[in-house]
């Protein structure tokens, strides 16, 4: 089991920025891909970004042009940078990672942004 740990989220205004991190326990583990979902208030996790190991990049069409995932093949550490955000993007954001045995998730980060 591999671990992907977070790092703390934060409290932003709208128009605000904010940047996420996440690394992974074994910095040698093969995660094809990795990425960030998030869950706000009374609903279903849904999808923000994920990146490749080709680094190919997707992401929701919510976020795009704001949003930007990067990966560090090094240590398995994959970033979420967030521009312009919004007070309905207040959610707990969870790293993922896929490897071919299967999917680890982060513990979450609150992101709070305030109108």
């Known amino acids: 089991q591999v671990n992907l740990v977070e790092s703390v989220g934060g409290l932003v205004q709208a128009g605000g920025s904010l940047r996420l991190s996440c690394a992974a326990s074994?910095?040698?583990?093969?995660?094809?891909?990795m990425g960030w979902y998030r869950q706000r208030p009374g609903s279903q996790r849904e999808f923000v970004a994920t990146?490749?190991?080709?680094?190919?990049?997707d992401y929701a069409d919510s976020v795009k042009g704001r949003f930007t995932i990067s990966r560090a093949r090094a240590g398995n550490r994959v970033n979420l940078q967030m521009n312009e955000l919004k007070p309905e993007e207040t959610a707990v954001y969870y790293c993922?990672?896929?490897?071919?045995?299967?999917?680890?998730w982060g513990q979450g980060a609150q992101v709070t942004v305030s109108s």
């Open positions: 990146i490749m190991v080709n680094g190919l990049t």
């Open positions: 074994d910095s040698t583990f093969n995660f094809v891909a």
């Open positions: 993922e990672g896929t490897s071919a045995w299967g999917t680890s």
